[in-house]
């Protein structure tokens, strides 16, 4: 006989401290992301490039790349020759666009200062 309390535990109980860290904030971040996009963010924030970084810095950082190379034009852009910094450039509003639609109040254009000591995913 199985025990209903284990069956019972949330979601969000599953996995180490800081998978449940970088969900809970994905979850405040953009609360309105869909799930297909929200799995593949989660995947990004949890590479193992990623662990030396706090889970928000993390997570943000996914989330960009994610964004910026599903919903917008950037590598079409680096096809087309554009330098990767030029191409981040044209495509800044269109990703802060997808995040605002998505519950995000933070901007892309705003956390400049916070990349640049990051290594980013591309």
Do not use: N
Request: aromatic share 4%; glycine share 6%.
């Amino acid at each position: 006989m199985t025990s209903t309390a284990s069956l019972a535990q949330p979601v969000t109980m599953i996995g180490t401290k800081r998978q449940q860290a970088i969900r809970k904030a994905l979850r405040a971040l953009v609360p309105g992301i869909p799930l297909l996009d929200a799995e593949t963010v989660l995947a990004l924030a949890g590479r193992a490039q990623m662990k030396a970084l706090p889970p928000s810095t993390a997570l943000w950082l996914a989330l960009g790349s994610h964004v910026r190379h599903s919903h917008t034009d950037y590598d079409h852009l680096l096809a087309e020759g554009y330098e990767r910094d030029a191409a981040r450039f044209f495509v800044a509003d269109a990703i802060d666009d997808v995040l605002s639609g998505w519950g995000c109040q933070r901007s892309i254009l705003d956390e400049a200062e916070v990349e640049e000591g990051a290594e980013q995913p591309h």
